[in-house]
């Protein structure tokens, strides 16, 4: 079993910064891919970001490639999401995901484990 616990959300200016950490627990976290999703009111859990068990492999929905970049540090069991250029449209809840398995995958369905999600503002 995996616990994702996610932090560094909060309220932003467009066009400012945030880093997002997922800290997790159980020794299986370099066995698992890792994944970063976001929902809007109203609007279903997005895909942002993943990345493969050792890091050598990441995608990005093309909403936030080339201002976003996801990465992880198996040591300290921590995934991370850089997000830079924000715009208000990144607002939303913003959860940790993490799967069985090593591979990137898209769809919120394949991962098995959730973190609480953290909030991220951007106002214009």
């Known amino acids: 079993q995996v616990q994702l616990v996610e932090s560094g959300g909060g309220l932003v200016q467009a066009g400012g910064s945030l880093r997002l950490s997922c800290a997790a627990s159980?020794?299986?976290?370099?066995?698992?891919?890792m994944g970063w999703f976001r929902q809007a009111p109203a609007k279903e859990r997005e895909f942002l970001a993943a990345i493969s068990r050792n890091g050598g492999s990441t995608d990005y929905a093309d909403s936030v490639k080339g201002r976003f970049t996801i990465s992880r540090d198996n040591a300290k069991n921590t995934v991370y999401l850089q997000m830079n250029s924000l715009k208000p449209e990144d607002t939303g809840l913003y959860y940790c995901?993490?799967?069985?398995?090593?591979?990137?995958?898209?769809?919120?369905?394949?991962?098995?484990?959730w973190g609480q999600g953290t909030q991220v503002t951007v106002s214009s």
């Open positions: 995901a993490g799967r069985i398995g090593g591979g990137i995958r898209y769809r919120h369905e394949s991962y098995q484990y």
């Open positions: 159980g020794r299986t976290f370099s066995s698992n891919a």
